[in-house]
């Protein structure tokens, strides 16, 4: 009757425990998600922000540019507002040369379940 008593108590106690520490790890994670990341300049992202903000300020007090003037921007960007900015983080079909597409991984699953039948 004791050994019931201490193990019910000792169950309770560590589903207690569990369930603290989880909410614990959900509040902490809800509160600063920021945190997992990397720090990083926030005058840098906020210098990029204002520019981009300034210029669709300029052209929404302008009527529609033409499809020529919006070439002419560009002028060999990734597109008119971001222009040639951060095209150095984009991959490339260079860079991906040698890696395992997502249709080579599958096909060579399905030849491996078909062949070892």
């Known amino acids: ?3 019931s008593k201490l193990n019910t108590i000792l169950k309770n106690t560590v589903c207690f425990i ?9 509040v ?7 945190a997992a990341g990397t720090p990083s300049p926030v005058t840098k992202g906020e210098a990029n922000l204002n520019k981009i903000q300034a210029k669709t300020d300029e052209l929404a007090q302008q ?9 002419e921007r560009n002028k060999g960007g990734l597109n008119e507002v971001q222009g040639s900015a951060d095209a150095n983080k984009m991959i490339s079909p260079e860079d991906a040369q040698g890696t395992t597409t997502l249709k080579d991984k599958i096909e060579q699953a399905l030849d ?3 062949n070892a039948k």
Do not use: R
Not at 63 to 71: A, R
């Open 63 to 71: 009527e529609p540019p033409s499809l020529k003037q919006v070439e």
């Open 28 to 34: 902490t994670s809800f509160a600063f998600p920021a």
């Open 18 to 26: 569990i369930s603290a520490v989880l909410c614990v790890s959900l």
């Open 1 to 3: 009757m004791l050994v």
């Open 112 to 114: 491996k379940v078909t």
